[in-house]
Structures are given as structure tokens and as C-alpha cells.
């Protein structure tokens, strides 16, 4: 059971008062509605834990324990290494990017390839960039909601970008469509890791946020279309955007909030 508060702080005054009272002995504002009940362990007397109290308890010890440090991150090995078993696939066989499941113009009924194409890369220098993104968020990611959760959100980030970037096209928003690559699914798995570092942070004590290295990274991917051809800039903002609501779904799981 947590120890009892050694003190609390009266809003109007600005005193510290004892957690016992239910008026502040300095101004008399009101500080609870009724003071808290006291229950003896061994020879110390606690305040005792109300209901909403445990629970809340209960939950914040509940999201400490899903991140798991020693949990292998096998959906974020196996997305970077698919990359790069097609990269070398590609390079041997030979095989162009098309014909590994790139979306090269219209889908037409290959509608298998809004799955695929993220995990196609032309460019070493483009892999290489995304799989270090992936491999650090990803991992992150991994150790707070595991390889199922993760691989679905990798698939739904790449898979709705994919799907974004294909629908622009049809509406003419774009002269062409060449779209391959991982781009959306690292913004996806930046942005559902700084959902999830954001509800941490809000009830227990988290890892820094190193602003300037997390901004550096997201700036470079959202910038890769400016140098890659096939780094499709709609379906990496759409992948990025369902990272966000994907990652502040599961916060709000995790997060112990008021009740």
C-alpha cells in the first residue's frame, strides 16, 4: 500500500498543511470534504486506500508492467528484415520494383500490392533511413504493446497509406503514382510512440524525450519524397496520422485517468 502524503499544498494560501484536515488552519479554505480515514498496519497507522484510489493504483502498476525491456521486438525484426530479403531478392534475380508488389500506377484488382508496397524498397540509402526509424520506435513500441498489437499496427499504418496514396491518384490529385517503401509505417510507429511516452509521462516516471532527435527523425521522413520517387509523401502523413490514433487508443487503455 503507497506510504500516506507527508504534506499537501493549500491552492488559495499556498501553505503546506497536514493531509489530516479538512480546512486549511491559515486561511480556512477548504480542502476535502471529509478528512481521510486512518487504518493501523504493524505498528504505523496509514490512510486507508479508497476504492477509486486502488484502482487507480491498480492500473498505473498494471501499465508499468506491459513494457517489457527483455521482450524480443519480432514484428519490428521481421518488417525490417522482409525489406531486406526483397532488396536482395530484387538485386538477384533481378526483379523491378513492380514485380515485387510496388504500386506502380492504378491497382486495378491487384488490390494485394496496398500490402506489399511497403515493404519494397528501389534504394538502399531509402531502406536504410526507414528500417533505423522502425527499428528504434518500433522496438519501443514493442516493449508496451507487445508483437501482436505491433504488427497490426506496421500492417494498418503502411496498408492505409498505401490505400491514401492510391485514393489521391484516382482523384487526380497527383500526375502519377509510384509508392513503395516503409515511409508511412515510421511515422506511424514515431507517432504511436509519442502517444504512448505522452500518457506515461502523465502518471509515472518515463524515459526523456529527446526533442530534438525525435523532430530531426520525423522531419527526414516526412522530407524523403523530396529525394525518393517512390517515398509517396500522402501515404506517409496517412501512415503517420493512423500511428497517432492508433497510439493514443492504446494510452487511453493504459492511461489510469481520473476514475
Same mark, same amino acid.
Request: neutral net charge.
Given at each position: 500500500?503507497?506510504?500516506?502524503?507527508?504534506?499537501?499544498? @493549500?491552492?488559495?494560501?499556498?501553505? &503546506?498543511?497536514?493531509?489530516?484536515?479538512?480546512? @486549511?488552519?491559515? @486561511?480556512? *479554505?477548504?480542502?476535502?470534504?471529509?478528512?481521510?480515514? /486512518?487504518?493501523?498496519?504493524?505498528?504505523?497507522?496509514?490512510? *486507508?486506500?479508497?476504492?477509486?484510489?486502488?484502482?487507480?493504483?491498480?492500473?498505473?502498476?498494471?501499465?508499468?508492467? !506491459? +513494457?517489457? #525491456?527483455?521482450?524480443?521486438?519480432?514484428?519490428?525484426?521481421?518488417? $525490417? /528484415?522482409?525489406?531486406? +530479403?526483397?532488396?536482395?531478392?530484387?538485386?538477384?534475380?533481378?526483379?523491378?520494383?513492380?514485380?515485387?508488389?510496388?504500386?506502380?500506377?492504378?491497382?486495378?484488382?491487384?488490390?494485394?500490392?496496398?500490402?506489399?508496397?511497403?515493404? +519494397?524498397?528501389?534504394? $538502399?540509402?531509402?531502406?536504410?533511413?526507414?528500417?533505423?526509424?522502425?527499428?528504434?520506435?518500433?522496438? =519501443?513500441?514493442?516493449?508496451?504493446?507487445?508483437?501482436?498489437?505491433? %504488427?497490426?499496427?506496421? #500492417?494498418? !499504418?503502411?496498408?492505409?497509406?498505401?490505400?491514401?496514396?492510391?485514393?489521391?491518384?484516382?482523384?487526380?490529385? !497527383?500526375?502519377?503514382? $509510384?509508392?513503395?517503401? %516503409?515511409?508511412?509505417?515510421?511515422?506511424?510507429?514515431?507517432?504511436?510512440?509519442?502517444?504512448?511516452?505522452?500518457?506515461?509521462?502523465? !502518471?509515472?516516471?518515463?524515459?526523456? #524525450?529527446?526533442?530534438?532527435?525525435? =523532430?530531426?527523425?520525423?522531419?527526414?521522413?516526412?522530407?524523403?519524397?523530396?529525394? &525518393?520517387?517512390?517515398?509517396?509523401?500522402?501515404?506517409?502523413?496517412?501512415?503517420? #496520422?493512423?500511428?497517432?490514433?492508433?497510439?493514443?487508443?492504446?494510452?487511453?487503455?493504459?492511461?489510469?485517468?481520473?476514475?
Amino acid at each position: 500500500m503507497p506510504a500516506p502524503e507527508l504534506s499537501v499544498v @493549500c491552492k488559495s494560501c499556498g501553505s &503546506e498543511v497536514s493531509p489530516y484536515v479538512t480546512e @486549511c488552519p491559515y @486561511c480556512g *479554505q477548504r480542502l476535502r470534504k471529509r478528512a481521510p480515514k /486512518l487504518e493501523r498496519e504493524g505498528d504505523e497507522i496509514r490512510v *486507508q486506500e479508497s476504492r477509486r484510489d486502488r484502482r487507480r493504483r491498480r492500473r498505473t502498476e498494471r501499465s508499468i508492467r !506491459t +513494457v517489457d #525491456l527483455d521482450a524480443r521486438p519480432l514484428a519490428t525484426a521481421a518488417t $525490417i /528484415l522482409i525489406g531486406a +530479403v526483397l532488396i536482395v531478392l530484387g538485386r538477384s534475380v533481378p526483379l523491378n520494383i513492380y514485380e515485387l508488389g510496388a504500386i506502380v500506377g492504378p491497382v486495378g484488382s491487384d488490390l494485394w500490392r496496398y500490402v506489399t508496397a511497403p515493404f +519494397v524498397y528501389d534504394d $538502399i540509402g531509402y531502406f536504410l533511413v526507414v528500417a533505423l526509424a522502425i527499428g528504434v520506435f518500433g522496438a =519501443s513500441v514493442e516493449r508496451r504493446l507487445g508483437s501482436l498489437a505491433t %504488427g497490426t499496427l506496421i #500492417l494498418a !499504418t503502411g496498408t492505409l497509406g498505401m490505400l491514401a496514396a492510391g485514393a489521391a491518384d484516382s482523384a487526380g490529385l !497527383t500526375d502519377s503514382l $509510384i509508392a513503395a517503401g %516503409g515511409n508511412g509505417v515510421a511515422l506511424g510507429l514515431l507517432g504511436a510512440w509519442l502517444m504512448l511516452w505522452g500518457a506515461e509521462a502523465k !502518471t509515472h516516471f518515463s524515459e526523456p #524525450l529527446d526533442v530534438i532527435g525525435v =523532430s530531426v527523425v520525423a522531419a527526414v521522413l516526412l522530407l524523403l519524397p523530396l529525394v &525518393e520517387i517512390t517515398a509517396d509523401p500522402i501515404a506517409g502523413l496517412v501512415g503517420g #496520422l493512423v500511428g497517432l490514433g492508433m497510439g493514443s487508443l492504446a494510452a487511453r487503455r493504459a492511461d489510469p485517468g481520473p476514475g
